[in-house]
Each structure stands twice: as structure tokens, then as C-alpha cells.
């Protein structure tokens, strides 16, 4: 009786919407100016799964998305769009989980010199992904919210100002787990920008701050946090030189504190300096010059990886690290399309007790025309020498290729270097990546395409440091059929945050309590068709397999989703119809995998509400 009397109270709310839409079409007032539309959407959907209790009931739904302003629309607009259970199984999402929330935002007084906005959103049981580098991400479920405030300043003759403030928070169960993973932050960010007896000025301030726990399979340690809490605030200004030239100059004081895996870091200040000025004298010759100085080295790196989305970590550098970066370059077109550029790059660094110096020279050639009517490269040839003696040369080189040869499309391209340096004076890396694509139409209705790419990057000084991934795929298209599908693999060394593992790119200067090792492989098909017109038929298989390893806890990973669906558009009326199958285990977690299988049969209609 209660099972029924909820369905009978979820139609009567589908119908009082209606009811309600239907009502909003008088007109408020003189100054309020309204356009709305939606899809109302009902039918019958089951689930079943290993940890949760099988579930049959009639559902309904709906998106819309409302429009208008006040007064004018330079005064106040706003768009408002709430959906309700519109993330469910098989439908156009595609997606585990019911979900429903709004999304909203509104533009005030943008014909002023006083225009600010507002925006607002929020979601419930919705899907999500927790991060792991190279293969497909973990899928979470949970509820999340985050809302915007902006306003500026604009008064002709006097200095800007901009104000914006931003905030989220999420929290999200791990299919195949007891973690549950959650994340706050906020954001401030005040700009100010000038021009004064041609000097271009501009001020800035930042302050945010994040939390996130760490799930225990990945730290090894139970309810593990990571706290983190940044501000910076500089300066830049700019101003035209002789010559077709210019000058800028900037400075940026940053600062950090944070709680990661155990260890507790604040008070790291880094003040940053830096100075460029550019020269065209004439339409071939371009010369360039600049200098950057640091007066925190850890810092500088540590801001490489807030930068990519982690946390900050302990760096070991010694109590007092510093560095100044000195350069110079030129380039001439010896033609249209042949050239070449040459640098000069001058390092000195204080840290671990020790300073250490580095010269970089580098040249380059490049030939933007096609070769033999295939091929464009650039050669980089790399020389650098330490104070202590050391050497080493280096090259770097581009090629892009790509040409139809009779029914044959292909493409590709291809970049490799080696010794290229890094932030330390003492590292270097070596990095290559590859692509290729090859296509033909068969028949006048029957296409293929293929193709695969990759990269490895490492530290060449340490090992245990590269990362590798490679990834295939190919498609058949006849008609309204197609057939696609596709394999990669990846393994390497990331840096573990609240929102999962990151490849920073610095891990050989991280500590090995702060890395985790990875290693997966993954593929996918899926098919669609359109035998009759409007009729649309999808499925797509996908299967993960991934290993983490970390200090103090390893895991096997896996993950396999089954999604296919049917959907009958006739005019504003369709039907649609599907089933999903969904499995994620974690070996890490000590708890069994999760399955969830669920299908779904429905029909929904557009309304054009006013």
C-alpha cells in the first residue's frame, strides 16, 4: 500500500508541475519578461544489486530550463534549469543513478560600469568518477553542491576592479568500497588593471583553500585528510620599446600551508621576480631576453603540483633553496616556410646545501612546407654543461605527416626529446610521443578508420621515474551503422590527492612515501544503428583492469559496464527503453565487489511552457 501511495504521489507532483507551468504563463507584472520549455518523462524502471535490495516502481521526471529578465535585459537576466530524476539508467545520461538538481545563474546590470553575476548549483545520487591516471576513473555516486558571486568595477579613467568568490563541496560513495571520498573549496580572486603613460598595470590577489579525505586503499591509512590552504597576491606591468618591441615585468609572493598524509607543512613563502623584453626590427628577426628569479625553490615546484590539482608536499631541499634563470633567443625566416631559432638559457640554484649552475644552448630548424608532399619538422639540437664539470647533449624533434594516397587517408605525427631540462639544474628528462591514423572509404557507403597514439616520459637521472601509455582504436561505418572499438594501457608513478592520483610530472624530487605506482589496461566496443529514421539503437561494452601500489598498501583493480538503450523520437513525443549492467571491485577495500543491474521503459514529451 505505502509503495503505491509514493507512485501516486510522485504522478500528482508530475501533474501539479504541469499545473504550475501552465499558470506561469500570465504575465507578472509589466518588467517581468518569461520563455520556459521542458520534457516531462514517466515510466517503469527495476534495479537490482549485490549490496542493495532489488527495487520496481513507476518513476517521473522532468527537465526545464526558464529564461527571462527583469526590466531589460542588461538590467538582470537569469536562466534557471531544475531536472528531477533525470540521470537515471538507460536514459540520455547513461548513468547508474537517478539524479536530480538545478542549475542556475543570473547577469546584473551588464549595461553598466557596475555588472555582476550570481550562479548557483546543486545535485543529488548523481554519478562521478574518482581519478586514476591513464585508465578509466573509479565510478562514485553521491551529492554535491557550489555557487558563484562576481561584481566589477568599470568607471572610465579609473583602475578596475573585479571581486569573485567560489565555493563547492561534494561527498560521493566508491562503488566496490566503504570509503566514502568528499572535497570542500573555496576561492577569492580580486584584479585591478590601469593604463598610465602607456604602461599597461595590473594587480591581483588569490586565497583558496581545499579539504578531501584519501580513500584507505590508496593511503593505507584509515580516514586519512588532506588539508590545504594557498594565497598570492603580485603585480604586472607593461610597456611598448622601440623596434616593434616590448617590455613586461612582474612580481608574485605565494604562499601555502597543508596537511598531507600525516605531515604538516606551512609558513613557505616563495617571491617571485621576472623580466622579459622582445625586439621585431625587421619582418624576419625576432630577439627575446629574460630573467626569473626565486627565492623558494621547493615552493616553485610545489606550485607545479597545486597547479595539476594536488595537494602540497614535502620537498626536500634544505631550509634555504633560490634560483635566477637568465636567457636569451632569436629566430629568423630564411623563407616563408624555412627558419630556425636559437636560445641561450643560464641556471643558477641553491639547495640541499649546495649551489648548482647550468648552461642550456639550443638550436633549432624548422620547414613548415610539406616535404615530398607528406612530411613538416622541426630538429632541436640541445647542449648544457654544468658548474661541475658534467655534460650532456640533447635533441628534440617534431614531425607531422599526412596525405591521401588513392582511397587512403593518413596522418600522424611524431615528437621525441632527450636531456630536456626540468626546474632542477641536476634532472633532466626525456619524453616521446606518436600518433597515426589510417582511413579509406570501402564503398560509396562503407567507411573504416584506425589509428593509436602514446607517450613515455621519464627523469633520466632516476629510475622508477617514467610514466608509458598507448592506446588503439578502430571504427566500421555502413549507413546509419557503426562498430567501434579500442584498447589502451599505462603505467608509471603519480602523486596521490583527494581527488585521486595525479601525474604531477616532478615525482623524482617527491618522496617515495608520497608516490603510488600504477599499472592498467582497459578496452571498449560499442555499436549504434538507425534502421528507420528517428529510431535510434545503442549498446557499448567497457572492461578496466588496474593495480595501485603505494609505501604502505597495494590493490587490484576492476571494472566492467554493460549500457544499451533504444529511444523513438516522433514529433515532440518519445520512447524510450533500456538496460544496465554495472561492476566494480577493489581488492584494497576488504569488502565485496558492487554490481548493479537496472532497466528502464518510458516515454517523455516536450512542452513549450510559454
Known amino acids: 500500500m505505502l509503495k503505491h501511495l509514493k507512485n501516486g504521489l510522485r504522478v500528482l507532483a508530475g501533474v501539479s508541475l504541469a499545473a504550475v507551468a501552465a499558470m506561469a504563463q500570465i504575465q507578472v507584472g509589466s518588467n517581468l519578461h518569461l520563455t520556459a520549455s521542458g520534457n516531462l518523462s514517466a515510466g517503469y524502471s527495476a534495479n537490482y544489486g549485490d549490496q542493495s535490495p532489488s527495487a520496481h516502481e513507476f518513476d517521473v521526471g522532468g527537465d526545464a530550463s526558464v529564461n527571462g529578465y527583469y526590466f531589460a535585459p542588461s538590467f538582470v537576466s537569469f536562466n534557471v534549469m531544475p531536472y528531477y530524476n533525470q540521470s537515471r539508467a538507460n536514459s540520455n545520461y547513461q548513468s547508474i543513478s537517478d539524479s536530480s538538481g538545478v542549475n542556475s545563474s543570473a547577469d546584473l546590470f551588464t549595461g553598466t560600469h557596475f555588472p555582476g553575476s550570481i550562479g548557483y548549483t546543486k545535485n543529488y545520487n548523481s554519478t562521478g568518477s574518482y581519478g586514476i591516471v591513464g585508465t578509466p576513473n573509479f565510478t562514485t555516486h553521491g551529492n554535491g553542491q557550489g555557487y558563484s558571486i562576481a561584481w566589477s568595477a568599470l568607471e572610465p579613467g579609473l583602475p578596475t576592479l573585479s571581486v569573485t568568490y567560489m565555493a563547492g563541496s561534494g561527498s560521493s560513495d566508491i562503488y566496490g568500497t566503504s570509503a566514502q571520498s568528499s572535497s570542500s573549496n573555496n576561492n577569492l580572486n580580486l584584479r585591478s588593471t590601469y593604463t598610465v603613460a602607456g604602461f599597461r598595470l595590473n594587480g591581483y590577489f588569490n586565497h583558496g583553500s581545499t579539504h578531501g579525505n584519501i580513500p584507505v586503499f590508496l593511503s593505507g591509512v584509515s580516514d586519512e585528510t588532506s588539508n590545504s590552504s594557498s594565497h598570492s597576491e603580485g603585480f604586472d606591468l607593461g610597456h611598448l620599446l622601440p623596434w616593434n618591441g616590448s617590455f613586461s615585468a612582474s612580481y608574485l609572493r605565494s604562499s601555502y600551508s597543508s596537511h598531507y598524509l600525516g605531515t604538516n607543512s606551512s609558513g613557505n613563502t616563495t617571491d617571485t621576480v621576472t623580466t ?119 635533441v628534440q624533434g617534431n614531425v607531422t605527416a599526412g596525405r591521401k594516397f588513392g582511397a587512403w587517408e593518413t596522418s600522424g605525427t611524431f615528437s621525441y626529446g632527450q636531456n630536456v631540462q626540468t626546474l632542477l639544474a641536476t634532472y633532466t628528462t626525456s619524453y616521446m610521443s606518436y600518433n597515426a591514423s589510417l582511413g579509406r572509404r570501402l564503398t560509396r557507403r562503407l567507411s573504416w578508420n584506425s589509428g593509436f597514439s602514446g607517450s613515455h616520459s621519464g627523469f633520466s637521472q632516476q629510475a622508477g621515474t617514467s610514466s608509458h601509455n598507448e592506446s588503439y582504436f578502430t571504427s566500421l561505418g555502413y549507413r546509419m551503422y557503426n562498430l567501434s572499438g579500442g584498447y589502451s594501457t599505462s603505467n608509471g608513478v603519480s602523486v596521490l590527492t583527494a581527488n585521486g592520483l595525479s601525474s604531477a610530472g616532478i615525482t623524482a624530487v617527491i618522496s617515495p612515501l608520497d608516490q603510488v605506482s600504477y599499472n592498467g589496461r582497459s578496452y571498449n566496443v560499442a555499436a549504434s544503428a538507425t534502421p528507420i529514421k528517428k529510431l535510434v539503437l545503442g549498446a557499448s561494452y567497457a572492461n578496466s583492469r588496474s593495480d595501485t601500489s603505494s609505501s604502505t598498501i597495494s590493490s587490484l583493480n576492476r571494472t566492467t559496464s554493460l549500457n544499451s538503450q533504444a529511444r523513438y523520437q516522433f514529433r515532440r513525443m518519445g520512447i524510450m527503453a533500456g538496460y544496465t549492467k554495472f561492476w566494480q571491485g577493489i581488492s584494497a577495500s576488504g569488502v565485496p565487489a558492487a554490481g548493479v543491474s537496472s532497466y528502464y521503459v518510458g516515454i517523455s514529451r516536450w512542452i513549450n511552457i510559454f
Open 276 to 394: 622579459t623584453a622582445s625586439f621585431r626590427p625587421t619582418l624576419r628577426l625576432s630577439l627575446s631576453t629574460g630573467m626569473t628569479y626565486s627565492d623558494n625553490l621547493a615552493g616553485s615546484l610545489n606550485q607545479q603540483i597545486t597547479a595539476a590539482g594536488g595537494s602540497p608536499v614535502t620537498i626536500t631541499l634544505g631550509a634555504d633553496s633560490h634560483s635566477i634563470n637568465v636567457n636569451g633567443g632569436l629566430s629568423y625566416a630564411i623563407t616563408r616556410d624555412l627558419g630556425f631559432q636559437a636560445n641561450v638559457n643560464h641556471v643558477d640554484q641553491y639547495y640541499s646545501g649546495s649551489n648548482q649552475g647550468a648552461t642550456y644552448l639550443s638550436g633549432t630548424m624548422y620547414y613548415n612546407r610539406k616535404l615530398f608532399n607528406l612530411f613538416t619538422f622541426s630538429v632541436t639540437a640541445l647542449d648544457s654543461a654544468t658548474d661541475t664539470g658534467n655534460s650532456a647533449f640533447g
